[in-house]
Nanobody, 121 residues
Framework: QVQLVESGGGLVQAGGSLRLSCAAS????????MGWFRQAPGKEREFVAT????????YYAESVKGRFTISRDNTKNTVYLQMNSLEPEDTAVYYC??????????????WGQGTQVTVSS
């Protein structure tokens, strides 16, 4: 089992920045990739970004490319999501996930509890 705990969400004005963190514990050696997803009210959970745990290679959704950066610190078993130039459309609950790589939620086996990000206009 892998446990994931997110932190760093909050309220920010449009154009501002936030950094989300996700700390992993447990059987972290089994993690191949970690990802960030988000879910806005009334919408399906959507892919944001993913990072390969060993190589550090990354992949982003088009909607966040150039504004968000995913990174990891293997020594701390932590993945980050730096979010810049935030827009009201980025408002959602953000979830950290661990497992196989890809853009589909089903590719990930473990999920955090989520952290709310609200961007005001």
């Amino acid at each position: 089992q892998v446990q994931l705990v997110e932190s760093g969400g909050g309220l920010v004005q449009a154009g501002g920045s936030l950094r989300l963190s996700c700390a992993a514990s447990g059987r972290t050696f089994s993690i191949y990739a970690m990802g960030w997803f988000r879910q806005a009210p009334g919408k399906e959970r959507e892919f944001v970004a993913t990072i390969n745990w060993s190589s550090g290679s990354t992949y982003y959704a088009e909607s966040v490319k150039g504004r968000f950066t995913i990174s990891r610190d293997n020594t701390k078993n932590t993945v980050y999501l730096q979010m810049n130039s935030l827009e009201p459309e980025d408002t959602a609950v953000y979830y950290c996930a661990a497992g196989r790589t890809g853009v589909a939620p089903a590719r990930y086996d473990y999920w955090g509890q989520g952290t709310q990000v609200t961007v005001s206009s």
